[in-house]
């Protein structure tokens, strides 16, 4: 038996949540759902976007399903990745058949930091003409995502991992993303490929000759905006879900 958190939040979520739990239930594997809120709906009405009573739904799953959120999807899905220590943010871009698809022949996978970077929820406004966001890279947790990422290219018969970064002008924090990618890529000498582009050129890469990708690793904002231009490639955003992979955790969004 295994215990899903089921999280529908707004919108969209509710049936998405509905149609993913009727493709469970045809499984021969048992499955017990609890339900938790979360969302624009739920602030109305607790007074919060996420109660302590859904993290600690998510915390006790064996895995947990989320639909969607809307003004308050920072407040939720951020939340929810960090409590959960969900390091690695997955998101495949894949063609299917009759769908309305720019390109047929995709199927590469956008791996993503998921704990730290732009998204720490570090801002101020430290005058009335000006403001300061943080930006935090690790050498723990850019080592973790990118080893994932090799390993994950490994187990799926990837040949190649392409690492992004703006080290040219961010040159500590991306400098160090870059320089642990190729401490990794030194371990699978021989069985997996490495490159990297500068983020603004993978932008441009994407458009022009996609299929050249296999597997992609970046930080936190880089990654969550390709992604969304991956999902373009191939349909749409919902045409792509997302997992959310931790230690002793995982949060899917179908």
Same mark, same amino acid.
Request: proline share 3%; charged share 25%; aromatic share 10%.
């Given at each position: 038996?295994? =215990?899903?958190?089921?999280i529908?939040?707004?919108?969209?979520?509710?049936?998405v949540?509905?149609a993913?739990?009727?493709? +469970?239930?045809?499984?021969d594997?048992?499955? =017990?759902?609890?339900?938790?809120?979360?969302g624009?709906?739920?602030?109305?009405?607790? !007074?919060? /976007?996420?109660?302590?009573?859904?993290?600690e739904?998510a915390k006790n799953?064996?895995?947990?399903?989320?639909?969607?959120?809307?003004?308050?999807?920072?407040?939720?899905?951020?939340?929810?990745?960090?409590?959960?220590?969900?390091?690695?943010?997955?998101?495949?871009?894949?063609?299917?058949?009759?769908?309305n698809?720019?390109?047929?022949?995709?199927?590469?996978? *956008?791996?993503?930091?998921?704990?730290?970077?732009?998204?720490?929820?570090k801002?101020?406004?430290?005058?009335?003409?000006?403001a300061? /966001?943080?930006?935090?890279?690790?050498?723990?947790?850019?080592?973790?995502? *990118?080893?994932? /990422?090799?390993?994950?290219?490994?187990n799926n018969?990837?040949?190649?991992?392409?690492?992004?970064?703006?080290? =040219?002008? +961010?040159?500590?924090t991306? !400098?160090?993303?870059?320089?642990?990618?190729?401490?990794?890529?030194?371990?699978?000498?021989?069985?997996?490929e490495?490159?990297?582009?500068?983020?603004?050129?993978t932008?441009?890469?994407?458009?022009?000759?996609?299929?050249?990708?296999?597997?992609?690793?970046?930080?936190?904002?880089?990654?969550?905006?390709?992604?969304?231009?991956g /999902? !373009?490639?191939?349909?749409?955003l919902?045409?792509?879900?997302?997992?959310?992979?931790?230690?002793?955790?995982?949060?899917?969004e179908?």
């Open positions: 038996m295994y =215990n899903i958190a089921v529908p939040g707004d919108g969209i979520g509710r049936e949540m509905d993913c739990i009727s493709v +469970l239930n045809s499984l594997i048992d499955f =017990n759902f609890n339900y938790g809120e979360a624009d709906e739920c602030l109305e009405k607790n !007074g919060e /976007a996420l109660p302590d009573e859904t993290i739904l799953a064996d895995a947990c399903l989320f639909g969607a959120a809307g003004e308050t999807a920072a407040d939720v899905i951020v939340r929810l990745r960090q409590e959960l220590n969900l390091f690695a943010n997955l998101r495949p871009v894949k063609s299917y058949p009759n769908t698809a720019l390109f047929d022949n995709l199927d590469f996978m *956008i791996v993503r930091e998921n704990t730290e970077g732009m998204y720490i929820a801002e101020e406004e430290y005058t009335e003409e000006g300061i /966001a943080r930006r935090i890279i690790t050498r723990k947790a850019e080592r973790r995502i *990118i080893d994932y /990422a090799f390993q994950y290219a490994k018969n990837k040949s190649k991992v392409t690492g992004v970064h703006k080290a =040219n002008v +961010l040159k500590v991306d !400098g160090l993303f870059k320089e642990i990618l190729y401490e990794v890529a030194k371990e699978y000498e021989g069985e997996i490495v490159e990297d582009f500068y983020v603004d050129a932008a441009m890469y994407l458009i022009t000759r996609p299929e050249s990708f296999e597997v992609i690793v970046t930080t936190n904002l880089f990654g969550d905006i390709l992604s969304d231009e /999902a !373009g490639l191939v349909g749409g919902g045409m792509i879900p997302s997992g959310n992979i931790g230690e002793d955790g995982a949060l899917f179908p």
